[in-house]
């Protein structure tokens, strides 16, 4: 089997994959109504959260776009602060919406700075919502999102987060920490195939949805409601995902949170910790560097494309390259979900040997 340490899609244990093969149910009956409430009722255990949460068919990216068109309305000020590809598509998103965006964009591999978050809403009164990315991906930074979000809130405004690869692994009490929208998805922390994307609300973020104006319809948050009241989703579901969901939900809950949030830290460390030993460097600033996902720095004559080819060929180990401008820059190892020290000390062996195959010189 291969050992796939993407950040997402990530391996699944077999009894959430076994989950899938049940025959199909119908979904405006009982048995789906049962399903959906027990796996709702469990989300919101692990969002730490005590408002709505919405299961949607699509990937985290439709989540993105659910947050925004149902807050917002064209022309509203929006304060982007993006720390690498993921920040950037969110704040994509609001503009395509027209909304109007002003930028924050911080060095990658570098946490965003909470005073200058401070400057932007003290110079632009008039912004209504931040977006931010908890844990973005592309250079494997985890936000003070604590510290964001009380700035964001001493300015009153609606804090949309995108916690796409941090919810479930990295601890993000959604209520505490007063995120109005925060969204995940399914194939990240979750030990669940791509195919859903798992959205939160809070008072405020209804309070916003009252008035949004942006065009909606597949993702509209009302007809989410009306169908969550019925024990219904507005639209056809994904059945065989929500069957692994409610199997992986179970699982989450009796590892418990704590322990999941512990593990990923632990995990993370033997990556980082590993990577190091190698002679290599970590690309993100180590204070803010993921527990989900170690971003390498590709140095000293690596090429990292031979050395993601040779780990898949010749050792079943598969890890992501960068993205945009990091392509060729850095590699990636994801470490969430169904995943241990054991997997990560596979990995570290691996590069062990591929490394100077791929023309990496280690100073040591
Ligand atoms: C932080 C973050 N945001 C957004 C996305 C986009 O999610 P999807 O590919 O499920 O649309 C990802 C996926 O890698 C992500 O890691």
């Known amino acids: 089997m291969e050992n796939l340490r993407i950040p997402g899609p990530t391996p699944c244990p077999d009894e959430v994959l076994q989950a899938m093969t049940k025959q199909m149910i119908n979904h405006r009956g009982p048995q789906f109504r049962q399903i959906l409430n027990d796996v709702t009722d469990k989300l919101k255990q692990l969002f730490q959260t005590k408002g709505d949460v919405f299961l949607l068919t699509g990937s985290g990216t439709g989540g993105l776009e659910a947050a925004i068109v149902n807050t917002l309305s064209p022309g509203d000020k929006v304060l982007s602060v993006a720390i690498g590809v ?3 598509r969110f704040a994509r998103i609001a503009t395509q919406f027209g909304a109007e965006v002003t930028p924050l964009q911080f060095e990658w591999g570098k946490a965003a700075d909470v005073e200058t978050v401070r400057q932007a809403l003290q110079t632009e009164p ?3 919502a931040v977006l931010v990315t908890h844990n973005e991906t592309s250079t494997g930074v985890t936000n ?9 809130k001493e300015f009153d405004k609606l804090l949309l987060v995108d ?7 990295i601890n993000l009490p959604v209520d505490d920490w007063h995120c109005d929208v925060t969204i995940t998805g399914s194939q990240k922390g979750w030990m669940v195939p791509p195919g859903l994307a798992m959205v939160s609300l809070s008072q405020e ?3 916003a949805h009252s008035k949004a104006k942006m065009p909606r ?3 509209d948050f009302t007809a ?3 169908y969550l009241e019925k024990g219904q989703t507005p639209w056809t579901p994904v059945l065989p995902i929500l069957f692994a969901l409610s199997v992986s939900l179970e699982m989450m809950l009796n590892e418990g949170l704590t322990n999941i949030i512990a593990r990923h830290a632990r995990v993370a460390k033997a990556a980082r910790d590993g990577i190091k030993s190698l002679g290599l460097s970590l690309f993100a600033e180590e204070n803010y560097a993921s527990n989900t996902v170690t971003a390498v720095a590709a140095s000293d004559g690596l090429d990292t494309k031979k050395l ?4 898949r060929e010749e050792h079943q180990v598969v890890l992501s390259g960068g993205q945009q401008r990091l392509d060729g820059k850095i590699f990636r190892i994801g470490h969430l979900g169904w995943v241990t020290e054991d997997d990560i000390e596979a990995v570290i062996s691996a590069l062990k040997v591929v490394l100077p195959q791929a023309g990496f010189r280690s100073a040591s």
């Open 224 to 226: 989410a409601k009306s």
């Open 308 to 311: 993601l080819r040779i780990l």
């Open 163 to 169: 916690a796409i690869s941090s919810l479930g692994s």
């Open 86 to 88: 993921f920040g950037e």
């Open 217 to 219: 319809f597949y993702w």
């Open 205 to 207: 973020a209804w309070q």
């Open 144 to 152: 003070d999102l604590a510290s964001i979000s009380s700035v964001v």
């Open 126 to 128: 008039r912004i209504k």
